[in-house]
């Protein structure tokens, strides 16, 4: 199929997109890199009356640090976010994920903005926005806000995002000092969306007790969601090979699974448990924590 007819237009400015939409109401769709948005043009499961192009926005292409935040502009292709020295300096768990993103075309041309935007409770980067406490910086001819990713992603392919609004720039918080992280999914093929993926930061204080944990599951809802309150009493406890093996069978059992065409719901559980083990096993080494004791 062909997508249905529309007007195109190449953006130049950010107050043009904006005056865009504002204009075009619930009738307009931004396009970047069209990894996610092409294909439901061409299967007319999208119809917008007016598309506006906003590759040319140089202005949100850079990645950068303000004091303990790191700023992502929405334009930021996948790779450049896995191979970024500075992702990857202060960030290694975005960069990991962007990394295991689809294959390397679309890597080279899906953007941090589009996959946030679009949704996709398998999608990796909605995932790690979660878990590392991300803010969207978002913009229109009204005003702008700021949204915690946790008040982001509503269901579905669907966000906090209004009409005439444009995810403009990711802020991403500064790892704690010596705090771990693991990143981890499974998938069916090389390059396809996880049936189960998990982010996990750990940190150790100096006497070696689990000091702050997050805790994030992909792929069981319509949303990814944060579990570490599954672990009430996560704090204070080391994090032996013992206790990180409980944790992953008690998130597995308790966490809420939906039923889909993908996978049984039973299937999943064990993916969680396995992954989530993974995750946590590779957050305590990177915390430096090595010991084995009860």
Same mark, same amino acid.
């Given at each position: 199929?062909?997508?249905?007819?529309?007007?195109? *237009?190449?953006?130049?400015?950010?107050?043009?997109?904006? /005056? @865009?939409? =504002? +204009? !075009?109401?619930?009738?307009?769709?931004?396009?970047?890199?069209?990894?996610?948005?092409?294909?439901?043009?061409?299967?007319?499961?999208?119809?917008?009356?007016?598309?506006?192009?906003?590759?040319?926005?140089?202005?949100?292409?850079?990645?950068?640090?303000?004091?303990?935040?790191?700023?992502?502009?929405?334009?930021?292709?996948?790779?450049?976010?896995?191979?970024?020295?500075?992702?990857?300096?202060?960030?290694?768990?975005?960069?990991?994920?962007?990394?295991?993103?689809?294959?390397?075309?679309?890597?080279?041309?899906?953007?941090?903005?589009?996959?946030?935007?679009?949704?996709?409770?398998?999608?990796?980067?909605?995932?790690?926005?979660?878990?590392?406490?991300? *803010?969207?910086?978002?913009?229109?001819?009204?005003?702008? /806000? @700021?949204? =915690? +990713? !946790?008040?982001?992603?509503?269901?579905?392919?669907?966000?906090?995002?209004?009409?005439?609004?444009?995810?403009?720039?990711?802020?991403?918080?500064?790892?704690?000092?010596?705090?771990?992280?693991?990143?981890?999914?499974?998938?069916?093929?090389?390059?396809?969306?996880?049936?189960?993926?998990?982010?996990?930061?750990?940190?150790?204080?100096?006497?070696?007790?689990?000091?702050?944990?997050?805790?994030?599951?992909?792929?069981?809802?319509?949303?990814?969601?944060?579990?570490?309150?599954?672990?009430?009493?996560?704090?204070?406890?080391?994090?032996?090979?013992?206790?990180?093996?409980?944790?992953?069978?008690?998130?597995?059992?308790?966490?809420?699974?939906?039923?889909?065409?993908?996978?049984?719901?039973?299937?999943?559980?064990?993916?969680?448990? =396995?992954?989530?083990?993974?995750?946590?096993?590779?957050?305590?080494?990177?915390?430096?924590?090595?010991?084995?004791?009860?």
């Amino acid at each position: 199929m062909k997508p249905a007819r529309f007007a195109y *237009e190449a953006a130049t400015t950010l107050d043009g997109v904006l /005056r @865009s939409l =504002a +204009a !075009a109401g619930d009738g307009g769709k931004v396009i970047a890199g069209g990894q996610s948005l092409a294909p439901m043009l061409n299967m007319r499961l999208a119809r917008p009356a007016r598309l506006i192009d906003i590759n040319g926005l140089t202005d949100l292409g850079g990645i950068r640090l303000d004091g303990d935040w790191l700023e992502i502009g929405a334009l930021v292709r996948h790779d450049t976010l896995a191979r970024s020295e500075l992702v990857r300096r202060h960030c290694p768990l975005l960069a990991q994920a962007a990394e295991t993103i689809g294959h390397y075309a679309i890597r080279k041309r899906g953007t941090i903005g589009g996959s946030l935007a679009h949704a996709d409770p398998a999608a990796q980067l909605p995932l790690v926005a979660l878990a590392l406490d991300a *803010e969207m910086d978002i913009r229109a001819m009204r005003g702008s /806000r @700021s949204v =915690a +990713a !946790a008040d982001f992603f509503l269901s579905i392919f669907s966000t906090a995002l209004e009409p005439d609004e444009l995810l403009v720039k990711v802020r991403v918080p500064l790892p704690a000092e010596g705090e771990g992280w693991g990143f981890r999914l499974f998938n069916r093929r090389a390059g396809d969306f996880a049936i189960v993926a998990v982010a996990a930061t750990l940190a150790c204080g100096s006497d070696g007790k689990i000091a702050h944990l997050r805790l994030a599951i992909g792929g069981i809802g319509s949303v990814p969601v944060r579990v570490e309150h599954l672990v009430p009493n996560a704090v204070g406890e080391a994090p032996t090979d013992q206790w990180r093996a409980r944790t992953a069978s008690a998130i597995a059992e308790a966490v809420e699974i939906e039923e889909n065409n993908r996978a049984p719901v039973m299937f999943r559980k064990e993916l969680v448990m =396995a992954v989530t083990r993974e995750a946590l096993d590779d957050a305590s080494g990177r915390a430096g924590f090595r010991g084995t004791a009860p």
